[in-house]
């Protein structure tokens, strides 16, 4: 009889209320390092809504030592156990499960389900783990109440945490203490916890508009509780910014959170006990970057914003995972934007969407925000259903406006308080707060793809009269909100409202727009305001006006990326038919221009001095140039920091100074501003760049420019590279997660001997296979930052990805179907790269005993 789950496809289509809920849980644990015993008494009833049929829960890796129902032990043939689920015929309306089962901590590699990390138990269970800890209706709309306790030597294990309350503790025999937690509100399983382990915490409270004081807590092991105050001063700005935006408070007496040093993702919502990886709440400025500064703050919020978005009301199935992970992630990127520069955040929040989601939606991956169907669940945390789930929201929220927004939001909580439910529920409130009919917006949730708008303009001088013609790629058309101004030739909005909303509703529809009074300069999708691709003809002039003059902050960035856009491909184009395209003085004027510009803020002006990313380059071209569009933006950095070394020098020092505790947005713009000035100038090669490079290396007081210096260094050929690096690592070597700066930074080196480099960093003594944030930083920053080398028209990269796919397959498929991604899109590589980058998917599916995740996205990669 089997416990494992053959992988099958889920379909949408055939959702079935659960046959029975479960209303109270009582776990027990005692927790052992190979063999923990998990007792657990389910209370069930039959679901008067369900389909009917026997009882079936879900387990996985579970060895089963006791079943009993109503007291009475369960004897074979009165259950079955198959494919992962046992199914019992014969039971009551209502019931009491009991079940007793051993799992293994110590083996679990894939770190879903209990497992230990650094001697620490804890949990994971979102999507589907809760399977591997015990018996259960493994599925978000089964909500329960738990009762947990969890027994443990007291040594090694001082601190046992859970959901909700702590209402009982106390010693045991044999040097063993127990602690019982009671957590008052229903949930889904895949919001449970548990963390047992020597624990340090840092403790701080809050106090809701509604009275309720709520103890809060971060742990972490001893030698980083230093470094988690950033956290907390985090976790209280989102705990204030949540009751002023969206009055919603935290609903708990306790509120924990946990660093672990070994996890999947970012971190998890569980109910009152998140867990975290600890890059997410570990930072201090010798550690840590500006940006990692900005990412604890964001996802700290993001988990937090959760507890509304995602447990108190949460997902009816796993379809639905937009519903809370768009939403939450809309949430948290206003937070961040009203915590530090809106337009800035709005620039890098497109950037990823842009570079990466646009891809994704290209791919052999591509799904709709509400897939339709899915092998893997975990192959679905995306960045479509985050991403563009999350531009799905802003778009509604731009429909509504702010104040029936939030009307709608309060409705939406209000209406779902405690239930499990579906997209159409969410949009239904924005639908009946407005009284608008969002039926054809509806479409964006279940088609894939970008769309594109077509723009074609034509200006009437004697009438006046400007006509717009927008025409979408999609059928059946989707509901487009495009914020559009009108420029007049001195930059003056010629809209007396400034900005209008258009909706594009049909395939192709006109707009008109009268008394105006000069042939217009069309500046669109302001703020982004939609996720497509605009197709306009705009000649160099116009974007230079665009850049100059535009009022909306996100477009002048935009039409400046365009600009460098336009230039660097027409380089490579060039480059490909043996040509040197010439670099326009015009353009190195504009950035001249932008150098001496010391009114903008300096991290909205370090964005638009920066060239576009060789990934965002490469989703440009139909069939990707890879060593072309590398050699081109070389050669653009190095003629800007030749032809610039004087201005940038100027900005490089105007742009020192300020201490690296200073964590203001003026400061960390400074930084960015600086670091940037750096690298151009380092890209023009000169003695004196390089010993600015060195001195910023040597004498930083902060990560942030420390890292940046070292970053070029690796990169280059300067013979202090070596010395260096080692500096770097004698220094840090104790710090696992400043390691893996220093992996990443020698795997994104675009230098010929990098895979051996890679291979050889493998054998360092702080790299693990078995730790997800090594293998990100060695192995996928090889994969995924390093074009060059990834790409080594030999196939070495593919091999070694191959290679690297299928050894961490055996050990944690979640990792693994991460970084399988980097094959998946071969067709867009001319041979022989296509063929060999297919030929190494070919080789991994052929491969027995693959995972149902890696095997989900191999076969839609090839197929
Ligand atoms: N909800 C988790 C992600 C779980 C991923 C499971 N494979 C973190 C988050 O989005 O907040
Ligand atoms: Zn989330």
């Known amino acids: 009889m089997s416990q494992i789950a053959s992988p099958k496809t889920h379909y949408l289509k055939d959702y ?14 005692r927790l052992d390092e190979q063999s923990t015993q998990v007792h657990s008494v389910l209370h069930l009833r039959r679901n008067p809504q369900g389909p009917g049929g026997p009882l079936r829960l879900d387990g996985e890796g579970l060895n089963t030592l006791e079943l009993r129902l109503d007291g009475r032990p369960l004897v074979p043939g009165e259950y079955g156990m198959e494919d992962g689920q046992l199914s019992i015929e014969q039971v009551p309306q209502r019931c009491r499960l009991e079940s007793r089962v051993e799992i293994n901590p110590a083996a679990n590699t894939a770190l879903e389900g209990l497992y230990l990390s650094s001697g620490l138990f804890c949990t994971q269970c979102e999507a589907e783990g809760f399977r591997r800890i015990s018996w259960f209706i493994d599925r978000p709309d089964v909500m329960a109440c738990y009762r947990v306790r969890i027994e443990a030597e007291r040594q090694r294990y001082p601190v046992l945490l859970s959901n909700g309350n702590p209402i009982e503790q106390g010693e045991l025999a044999g040097g063993r203490h127990y602690a019982v937690w009671d957590d008052p509100f229903p949930k889904p399983c895949y919001l449970f916890a548990l963390v047992a382990g020597d624990l340090s915490h840092i403790e701080a409270s809050h106090q809701t508009p509604s009275g309720r004081r709520v103890r809060l807590r971060i742990y972490s092991e001893a030698e980083n509780i230093a470094r988690c105050q950033h956290a907390m001063d985090s976790l209280i700005k989102a705990m204030l910014w949540d009751e002023r935006t969206y009055g919603r408070e935290c609903d708990l007496d306790v509120y924990n959170i946990v660093a672990v ?6 971190a998890m919502e569980n109910k009152g006990l998140n867990i975290f990886n600890a890059k997410f709440v570990l930072a201090s400025p010798e550690s840590a970057t500006d940006a990692d500064f900005q990412a604890v703050e964001g996802v700290i919020a993001h988990e937090y914003f959760h507890n509304w978005s995602g447990n108190r009301v949460t997902c009816r199935d796993w379809f639905q995972l937009s519903l809370k992970e768009g939403f939450t992630v809309f949430r948290d990127q206003e937070f961040s934007a009203d915590m530090n520069s809106r337009g800035v955040k709005r620039i890098e929040d497109v950037r990823l969407l842009r570079t990466h989601q646009f891809a994704e939606d290209a791919g052999p991956m591509a799904h709709p925000v509400r897939p339709e169907s899915y092998v893997e669940i975990n192959n679905f945390y995306t960045l479509t259903v985050y991403e563009k789930g999350a531009e799905l929201v802003r778009m509604q929220a731009l429909l509504l406006g702010p104040e029936r927004f939030r009307q709608a939001t309060d409705l939406y909580f209000q209406r779902h308080d405690g239930q499990a439910v579906t997209i159409d529920d ?3 409130c924005m639908a009946e707060v407005s009284g608008r009919d969002l039926g054809q917006f509806k479409r964006w949730y279940a088609q894939a793809g970008t769309p594109e708008v077509r723009v074609e303009a034509a200006y009437e001088p004697q009438a006046r009269r400007y006509r717009l013609r927008l025409s979408q790629d999609r059928q059946p058309p989707l509901h487009i909100p495009l914020v559009l101004g009108l420029l007049g030739p001195e930059g003056e909005e010629l809209l007396a409202e400034g900005s209008r909303l258009l909706e594009l509703t049909e395939a192709s529809q006109e707009f008109v727009f009268e008394q105006i009074a000069r042939p217009p300069l069309i500046s669109l999708n302001r703020g982004f305001s939609a996720p497509v691709k605009i197709r306009l003809d705009y000649s160099d002039e116009q974007l230079g006006r665009l850049m100059a003059q535009d009022s909306d902050g996100f477009n002048r960035w935009d039409a400046a990326q365009t600009l460098s856009q336009r230039l660097l491909l027409g380089l490579v184009a060039e480059a490909a038919a043996g040509r040197q395209g010439a670099i326009p003085a015009a353009f190195i004027q504009g950035l001249a221009d932008n150098l001496a510009d010391q009114a903008t803020d300096p991290a909205l002006l370090a964005e638009t001095l920066s060239l576009p990313s060789e990934g965002y380059l490469a989703e440009q071209m139909e069939c990707v140039d890879v060593d072309g569009i590398h050699q081109a933006r070389e050669r653009l950095r190095q003629h800007i920091g030749s032809q610039l070394h004087g201005p940038l020098l100027a900005l490089y020092e105007r742009c020192g100074g300020s201490a690296g505790a200073d964590l203001s947005p003026q400061a960390m713009g400074r930084r960015q501003l600086r670091n940037l000035t750096l690298g151009y100038l380092m890209a023009s090669q000169t003695p004196e760049a390089l ?45 696992a997660l400043v390691m893996d700066k220093w992996f990443g930074v020698q795997a994104s080196a675009s230098r010929p001997e990098t895979l051996q480099q890679v291979r050889r960093l493998m054998r360092h003594p702080a790299f693990s296979l078995r730790n ?7 192995i996928s920053t090889f994969c995924n930052a390093n074009p060059v080398c990834f790409h080594a028209a030999d196939g070495s990269g593919y091999a070694f990805c191959r290679e690297q796919v299928l050894a961490l397959d055996g050990l944690n498929p979640q990792v693994a179907a991460r970084l399988v991604r980097a094959l998946v899109r071969w067709r867009r590589y001319p041979e022989p790269r296509r063929g060999l980058m297919q030929r190494q998917l070919q080789q991994i599916l052929a491969q027995p005993g693959l995972s149902g995740d890696v095997h989900e996205l191999v076969s839609k990669g090839l197929g």
């Open 772 to 778: 997800p944030n090594r293998v990100r930083a060695l």
């Open 261 to 266: 040093n070994d996890f999947n993702m970012g």
């Open 16 to 29: 079935q209320p659960p046959a029975y809920l479960i209303d109270r849980v009582e776990l027990s644990f």
């Open 691 to 735: 010993a600015l490079c060195l001195r910023q290396f040597e004498q930083a007081d902060n990560m942030t420019e420390r890292l940046a210096a070292l970053a070029l260094l690796a990169a280059s050929d300067a013979p202090q590279r070596s010395e260096a690096l080692e500096q770097f690592q004698r220094h840090w070597q104790g710090d």
């Open 426 to 428: 969410f949009v239904a």
